[in-house]
Nanobody, 121 residues
Framework: QVQLVESGGGLVQPGGSLRLSCAASGSIFSINGMGWYRQAPGKERELVAVITSGGSTDYADSVKGRFTISRDNAKKMVYLQMNSLKPEDTAVYHC???????????????WGEGTLVTVSS
């Protein structure tokens, strides 16, 4: 019954900014790690940024210094602030979360359907 829904994607010019949001809902007991992954046409899905429940972060080398991941545990949301966007950032961005259900013993991975980010003039 867990759902992850992304929003905030769109068309932006090189050098522009976008803020992606992902909302988790359902019969959630707790959320451990959360992250953003992206998949460009013809490419495999790659990690963009991850954040632990305690706030520790890690980023792909290609986005360090430009992207910032954050989360709001009370709202069960994770965000990705994307600055200085480049054409190579164009991809479908997917939200991921490790979630423990109320009636389950352990954590499971959940994925959103994705939001398209297009960086082009």
């Amino acid at each position: 019954q867990v759902q992850l829904v992304e929003s905030g994607g769109g068309l932006v010019q090189p050098g522009g900014s976008l803020r992606l949001s992902c909302a988790a809902s359902g019969s959630i007991f707790s959320i451990n790690g959360m992250g953003w992954y992206r998949q460009a046409p013809g490419k495999e899905r790659e990690l963009v940024a991850v954040i632990t429940s305690g706030g520790s972060t890690d980023y792909a080398d290609s986005v360090k210094g430009r992207f910032t991941i954050s989360r709001d545990n009370a709202k069960k949301m994770v965000y990705l602030q994307m600055n200085s966007l480049k054409p190579e950032d164009t991809a479908v961005y997917h939200c991921n979360a490790q979630i423990k259900l109320i009636d389950w013993a352990g954590y499971m991975d959940y994925w959103g359907e994705g939001t398209l980010v297009t960086v082009s003039s």
